[in-house]
């Protein structure tokens, strides 16, 4: 079975009851990239977003950020 990486924003937006564009104010990165992210339409993961995000919420275990899930094929 394959897997895919998943992004959590949504879990990580309700942990810190912030919103989307207060992310992407806290981060730097665009409203639309968290967009994609949030909604596991990006093909690739740009880890310096993962790094800004952890830096932003002040995560210290990426595995807050990132899961590892069955891909349903």
Do not use: C, Y
């Amino acid at each position: 079975m394959e897997k895919k990486v998943i992004i959590k924003i949504d879990e990580l937006l309700r942990k810190h009851d912030i919103s989307l564009r207060e992310l992407s104010r806290l981060s730097d990165i665009r409203h639309a990239a968290l967009s994609e992210l949030s909604n596991q339409k990006r093909e690739s993961i740009n880890f310096r977003h993962v790094e800004k995000i952890a830096e932003a919420l002040k995560i210290e275990d990426i595995r807050e950020i990132i899961d590892l899930e069955d891909s349903p094929d």
